[in-house]
Nanobody, 118 residues
Framework: QVQLVESGGGLVQPGGSLRLSCEAS????????MGWYRQAPGKQRELVAA???????NYAESMKGRFTISRDNAKTTVSLQMNSLKVDDTAVYYC????????????WGQGTQVTVSS
């Protein structure tokens, strides 16, 4: 089992920045992928960004250039630096941990609210 604890989020004005962090604990297997997804009201959950235990990154097109994902493998922590935030970025952001091998499991955090509003 893997537990995910998220921090960060909150209210920010358009054009502002926020940083989200997520720490994984429990039985951690590699290879794995840690990432962030988001879900806005009335919309499906979508990928924001992900990073593998080997350091490969993947970003949703609309986040490229504004968001940066990073991880500390020693602490199994993933962070998401979000800059130039827009009203459309308002959503609940979820941390995700995937075991990247056959029959690997998928874990989710509780979610943290990000609200971009003036």
């Amino acid at each position: 089992q893997v537990q995910l604890v998220e921090s960060g989020g909150g209210l920010v004005q358009p054009g502002g920045s926020l940083r989200l962090s997520c720490e994984a604990s429990g039985v951690i297997f590699s290879p794995n992928v840690m990432g962030w997804y988001r879900q806005a009201p009335g919309k499906q959950r979508e990928l924001v960004a992900a990073i593998s235990s080997g350091g490969s990154t993947n970003y949703a097109e609309s986040m490229k250039g504004r968001f940066t994902i990073s991880r500390d493998n020693a602490k199994t922590t993933v962070s998401l630096q979000m800059n130039s935030l827009k009203v459309d970025d308002t959503a609940v952001y979820y941390c995700n941990f995937k075991e990247a091998f056959s029959s690997g499991r998928d874990y989710w955090g509780q979610g943290t609210q990000v609200t971009v509003s003036s």
